[in-house]
């Protein structure tokens, strides 16, 4: 007949609590030696489990947004990059916008650089998808280039309801590349939904006086940027890119 510890063990492991079977004995001998209670003994058991849990939803949710890369605000130089305020991207990091439902636009000409743009909005992503908000980042074009996709396959409106379901959209590389009018009609349909229910941060090279030329359509442009810009904080971001930084710290090495 199996003891009380064997049948114990094999429970935890039929339950699949991996952490209480793995930390079994430490447990079992902290609550002897120092005379716990059977309640102190249970809540250091789960503990165990909880935490392990917690950093493989995490992990989980980090590794679904589908970031370019994984820097954080820690990272992040900006001393290199004096016109970003420091403070106010650590106050994104607070997700105040996310419970406020609000956007963000880090806006930068091109010798700024778009991995510079991308690397911001990452870091402040990053720190929803850790802190349990649904993230998802996406370029601009691949975006577009699934609504379209969708819609030929006649599932357009499940396409955008899984984009719309995010709490934080990233949608990256605004103007990099032409968007016709039927595209623009796909990415405003988007942004409606998203409308004053959820946040959005987008990157773009374009002033917004000429978003009706990315868009081909000023109609759709007004009309989106209405939408993105009522509730937004925009970030004009200006001076060297990344790039150079990098060509900068060879030279000297």
Known sequence: MNSSYQQLVK????LKLK??????????DTAISNQQSFVET???????EIDRREQNMVRSMVKVAAFPHLKEVKDF???FQPSVNKQQILDFTTLRFIEDKENIVFLGPSGV???????LATSIGIAAAKNRNSTYFIKCHELIQHLKKARVENRLEARLKHYRKYKLLIIDEIGYLPID???????????????EKKSTILTTNVNFKQWDEVFQDSKFANAILDRVLHHATVVNIIGDSYRIKDHLDKEKD
């Open 11 to 14: 429970n935890l492991e039929y």
């Open 19 to 28: 952490q209480m079977h793995e930390h079994l004995d430490d447990i079992i």
């Open 42 to 48: 249970l809540v250091k058991w789960t503990n165990h």
């Open 77 to 79: 130089d900006f001393e």
């Open 113 to 119: 650089g778009k991995t510079h743009l991308a690397t």
């Open 181 to 195: 009018q039927e595209d623009a009609k796909l990415f405003f349909q988007l942004i409606d939904m998203r409308y």
